[in-house]
């Protein structure tokens, strides 16, 4: 079982930068590849960045390409998320998930969620 724990969201004017980090326990963590997913009020869950098992492979969805970058460390059992120039439209709550695969878009291909981290832009 892995317990993931999120931490870094926060109140952000647009154009600001955010950094978010995934802690992870429980299990062996290179095992997983790892995703960060969000989800905004009344909208569907929405899949953000994806890493492979050794970082060799990443995934960002056309929303966030060339503002956010995944990464991961393996000996310190984290993932993070570097979110820069944030829009408003960037303001969701952000999921860090685990996968027990080499690497995954789709949520449904991930076993293991965190709470959850706010992540607020203002305008």
């Known amino acids: 079982q892995v317990q993931l724990v999120e931490s870094g969201g926060g109140l952000v004017q647009a154009g600001g930068s955010l950094r978010l980090s995934c802690a992870a326990s429980?299990?062996?963590?290179?095992?997983?590849?790892m995703g960060w997913f969000r989800q905004a009020p009344g909208k569907e869950r929405e899949s953000v960045a994806a890493?492979?098992?050794?970082?060799?492979?990443?995934y960002y969805g056309d929303s966030v390409k060339g503002r956010f970058t995944i990464s991961r460390d393996n000996a310190k059992n984290t993932v993070s998320l570097q979110m820069n120039s944030l829009k408003p439209e960037d303001t969701a709550v952000y999921y860090c998930?685990?996968?027990?695969?080499?690497?995954?878009?789709?949520?449904?291909?991930?076993?293991?969620w965190g709470q959850g981290t706010q992540v607020t832009v203002s305008s």
């Open positions: 998930a685990a996968t027990p695969t080499w690497y995954a878009v789709v949520s449904s291909s991930y076993n293991y």
């Open positions: 429980g299990g062996t963590f290179s095992s997983y590849g």
């Open positions: 890493i492979s098992r050794n970082g060799g492979a990443t």
